[in-house]
């Protein structure tokens, strides 16, 4: 219709913005006409200023404009404008922006394309075709020369352009896998004896100092460490690590489906993942405790896969030098932690040696697991033959998710023997109370109470419930669950003897029991509790009215025998009443029944028989 209506309306011809508002207004009610965005394509070659911003209605117009070659290079012009001010990164304004320089080869399409992929953090191998026509144009552009490293292709056989040179020697704001990349083809194809060579020497050298103080490589860091590795290196720290790369072995296999070889140590947690690239790996092997896995581009996992190992730098006495300057490498700690873990744990400084090798190391969890046992039962065993005060500080902050279920025991009941009561209670949080003996809960639950002011929490509801069906709960666990518990009706009923035995306060617990039982019409106890409640507590009418009306249903439709109290209190509540007819009905039913059954009246209740009985004929229960 509204095509319709510029040929034959002139008035929308000669209102340019009203038609181009008319067409965005089709769009945003869901028009996705070809012939809606080719018409406002015309009226924006026209109108160019009508284009005022690049929203979804204008990327749909002008994407089909630059697919059909409809689009002008004005207009071109102005979208590659705006592009420029994009704040997030969409596939579609990437398209866009490829049509309009497929159509008008500009730099400042090309320059709005590849900020748009910079921003959108595009590394991969279509970005890196614009990132690099950009540096062939020229573009200035923030970023460009880091991104053009980012998406280089694994295959890019030749030394980068002299500026992404120029620029990364004097900044060095480089991650370390780029930075590998960088260094590689440096030291590939670049001429030693260049200056640009020259600048870059000390860098290449403090990276490789950094990595190898890391322990990494691979086999670009291969490449590096082969150039700046030099004898001179081994201080301390470098002892620390050179070992890993004087142990590396370049492991060769012919099978071609293999994509990685995994190293794993018996000991340790961490696998090692090494690429085969054209079929070998470098792997630092220490240790004879372990295998050498395969695995191929899908996942799989082999262990029968033949290879060829072969050292990569066969320098045994830099590798004795480096046990001299640092006996505490965690190769020899390794082997250390495995003898103490075979004859067992003799005194103090031995268990603090395992605790820091542990914290430092990233150990498989069966090993792991007998080593956190050999230490529980160290300290266990020395709590139980010391008296006094222990540091626990190991035993609280252990992790003690590997450990066995009879060894969280232990280690609870020493926490709460040496008083750290937090500490044991968040330890039952996490893992429950099995196993741990009813005295060490009960001091627990005493202990934290107090400490918690008693406010309720359901973890210390639940523990001290516990201790105090197993019969060992004193007057603070007992006033605690007088408060706060709420359990079945023969559960709270226990409580509440308990308490008043104990002479606790009981605070509103015969109220909540007295409510659960008209609830949950468990009434067997009701009269006692009612008793308890009327002599010990300031009663609440509404609770009374309750239990009233429960014993009058009791009377009148189970024909349960009530007490005499019950009458009375009714005869009272008619008596009391103003307005008779507002009277429960039960209440005037249990009452007749209750005349009914007696020989004899008083003057009082005949007087009141005649007004209930009055009452009941007006409501036709009579």
Known sequence: RLFLLMEVDGRLRQNPLELYLKMKTLFQQGCRSPFLYLAADRLLEDYPDLMASMGEFEVQVLYLAARKGYLGENLARRAAGYAQNLRYYRRIYQWLLEKIYGLYPLDEVLEALCALLIRGDQKGMSAFGWYQLALERGINLTR????????????????????VLLYFSYDKDLDEKNRCVLYRNILTYMNPSSDLYQAYIRPMEQFATEQLLKSRINSSLAVIYDHMIYKDMIDRKAAMVLPGILRSYRIQCRDPRMKYVILRYEELAEEQAFALEEGCAYVPVFSDRFILIFQDAYGNRYLDVRCIKVPVMDKPELLERCYEVCPEHPMLRLIACRKLL??????DAQAAFLEQFMAQTNLNPVFRAGL???????????????????DCAYLAQMDKEELEPRQRQKICEILIRQNHMREAYDMIRTYGSQYIAMESRAKLCGRMILQNLFDQDELLLSLAWGVFREGGADSVILDYLCEHFNGTVEQMYEVLIRGIESHVETYDLEERLLAQMMFTGQTGRIDSVFQLYTRRKNTRESVVKAYFTEKSIAYFLREEQVDGQVFAYLEGAVNASIEKDRVPTIYLLALTKYYASREKLSENQERLCR??????????LI
């Open 144 to 163: 460009l020369y880091e991104y053009f490293l980012y998406s280089l292709p694994e295959d890019y056989g030749h030394l980068l352009p002299k500026e």
């Open 342 to 347: 075979e004859e067992g744990i003799r005194e």
């Open 372 to 390: 956190l046992a050999a230490l529980t039962d160290y300290y266990c065993k020395k709590a139980e033959d010391e008296s006094g005060s222990l």
């Open 611 to 620: 007004i209930v009985g009055g009452l009941l004929i007006s409501e036709g």
